[in-house]
Structure formats: structure tokens, C-alpha cells
């Protein structure tokens, strides 16, 4: 079982200097999500065809790891793409053909495909959905599953007859079959390239059993992603799927139409997310969280915490804690269970130990913080010298007034107090009162002559 996908077209129309086949959809490059499709079909040999400006599409599937790449040097047609992906592919193998614009085709449809096959027993089989106005897509023609021709949209004339049914362009070939129709590819048509769709008709004149699967799936599993309109059009599709599933497992939405989750998110049982939420990269909710009008990415939110119209990128929000409203957390906030992070509060590359409060407009960064510690109005660490950074330490318990500077490197003691309005660049010891300000005068009389 082989897989070829297409990615080498240059999607002129999304008029990016993105490859079309890299714009994200929630997360994912659009590519990607036809690559995991074929995998969860059980197609472990897949092979992406790029463009000779594919470096971008190889290096932006990585991750996805074990795929094989192939070169179209010149656009010539799908025909032609597939020839370029077809080294790897003996005779008795089943190749998959998808194309690598459509993101929403998923697995399980493409089992149900491969599942017509096996009962026709046919050298290849078209896929077709029925939509009452083709429009751009090619019309499939066919007797009763029995394959006849495709047209694509461009070469239709009056003589041809009206059809229903629709190329969704996903293919599946015997082998043998496939690498004989390549051959015999001529490009004897309005647009001077070899198409793909010419094959099935060169197997059936040949004798071969070439057949047709009708799908009635929703339209929108065979988008295909030409334009940005597109690329929104799929966006939304896409959400709703991931939307749904999460709710399906017990996540409640308020409402799901304003909600953006990408696919890597992970959510437990009885989380709650408000409108609003965006949840990027590899955010992970824990049970009965609550998340509202707040954008995290890559962020863990642990059990029975919230966030409340916050932004948090790389960060650790620990059990029953609750965030904001307006808190910045940056990459490397750590913060322990049960603290308070307030109103305009930024954290950065710090750890905060559990039952902290900062409740209001502080800066934390380059930090230790211990337990119980109240972290004051307008207090901040001065964590950079202009040339590098330091980090503060804080002991349990400690408490840091109003409008107090730590300068770092420095430490706090446990119990400590700094007071209201000090500019700390001394260690204070445990237990100790650590004042540094210039003492008060009174004059009085001052607009008296």
C-alpha cells in the first residue's frame, strides 16, 4: 500500500510567498492533514511530490517524519506529478493518489474507498461526489459504477452531457496499471498537460476494469484549497470538526462558532471554554479548567484553574489558580497551584511557587518565587542590566510592598518584607524588613510667600 500526494502546484491565486500546500489550517500545514489521513488509512509508504522549490514543504513536514519526496521539475499537469512520484511503485502495489490541497479528507473516508475497490475488484476506481452543479470540478461519467470518462472543467463543450457527479481528484490503482497508463499520457488538450484523468480512460479502453465510487459525503471533505477564501472556507470546517470532537469527549463551549482550536490541542472532561479562545500549538486543558476570551499557545492549564481574558505562550498555569483578567504569562511562567495572578501582571521565565498572589500590575521576570508569598501592587523585578539578564530569588512567605524594585541578582529571604516604595539591590535575610528609600520631609507653608 503506497501513497502519492500532490503538493507541487504553486497556488498562484493565494497570492502568498507561502507554498499553498504550507498555509496552516488550525495548527497544521494543509499538506500535513492529507498526509496523517493516508497514514490513518494504513498507508505507511506515502510519497509528497514537490516542486523544484519544494525545500519549504519538506522542512515544514518533519515532523511527520518517514515520508519520501519527489521532484516535479516542470508543472506539466497531474499527470505528469504523478509519473515523477512513481519510481518507488511495483506492480503489485495499491497506490493511493490524493491531493495535497485538501485537508479535510480523513482516514475512515479514505478506508470506505479502499473498501469499494476490494469489493469491485477493478485495476482503478475514480472517486465521485454528487454535487448538483459541478462547476470547476471535472465531471465523471459512468454506467452504473462502470467507469466511462472524465472531463476536466476547461474542456467541457456543449457535447458532452450534463452530470452530477464531481472528480474529487482521489484515485486508486492497481500497481501495474498505473505505471502502464503513465506511459501511454498524451497532452492533447486545451491546456497542453498531461492529466491524470486521462489514465482511467486509457485503462478501460485497454480492457481494464475501471470503476466508480459514488460518495454522498458533505462537499466540504473535498475542498480543495485554491484561494484564501479557501483557505477561510476550510478554517471554518476544520474548526467545527475539532470543536465537535472535543465536546463529543465532554468539553462544554458556550459557543463553538467563536472558538479556535488547533488540532494538536489536547482538552480533558468537564473543561469550559468561553467565546473567545484561541488554543494553539500544544495547549493542554485539564479537567473542569475554565479558559474565556483568552489566547494560549503551546500553555498547560491544570485542573480546576482559570484564565480569564489573558495571553499566555509557553507557560504552566498550575491547579485551581487563577489568571487574570489581563495577565501577560511569557515563555518559561511556571505558577504553582492555587496562586493569584491579576490584572496586568506579566511573568516570564519564572517560577512561582504555590498559594502566591500578585494581584495587580507587577512584572515578574527571570525569578524564583517561593510559596505564600504577596507580591504587591506595582512591584517588579529588575531583572536586566542592559547587557544581561539576572534572576531574583524570594523565600517562602515573603512579602514585597508597593512599587518596590528587586534588582537583580538578589534574594529575598523567607518572611521577609521589603517596604512599600523600596529599590532593593542588597540581599534581605530571612525574617528581616528590607527599607530602601530616601526619608520623608515635610515643609510646611509651602505656598505661603
Known sequence: MKAIILAAGKG??????????????LGKPIVQYVVEAARDAGFDDVTVVVGKDGEEIKVGLKNCGGLFFAVQDEPLGTGHAVQAGSERIKDDDDVLVLCGDMPLVTGEFIKEFMASRSKEKAE???CAVYRENVGDFG???DTDGEFVEIVEAKDITEKHATTTWANTGIYLFKGASLLRGLKKLKNENSQGEYYLTDVPKILKDEGASVRVFHSYADMSVFTGINTQIHLAEAVGHMRARINARHMMNG?????PASVFIDDSVKISRGAVIYPGVILEGFCEIKENAVIVNSHLKDTI??????????????????AGTNVGPFAYLRPGALIGERCRIGNFVEVKNATIGDGTAMAHLAYIGDADVGCGVNFSCGAITANYDGKEKHRTTIGDGAFIGSNSNLVAPVNIGENAVVAAGSTITDDVPSCALGIARERQIVKLNRYKN
Request: no cysteine; hydrophobic share 50%.
Open 12 to 25: 498562484k491565486r493565494m497570492q502568498s510567498d507561502l507554498q499553498k500546500v504550507m498555509h496552516p489550517v
Open 124 to 126: 482503478a476506481v475514480v
Open 139 to 141: 465531471s465523471v461519467y
Open 251 to 255: 468539553v462544554r463551549m458556550v459557543d
Open 301 to 318: 492549564v491544570r485542573a480546576n484553574a482559570s484564565v480569564r481574558n489573558s495571553i499566555a505562550d509557553g507557560a504552566v498555569v498550575g
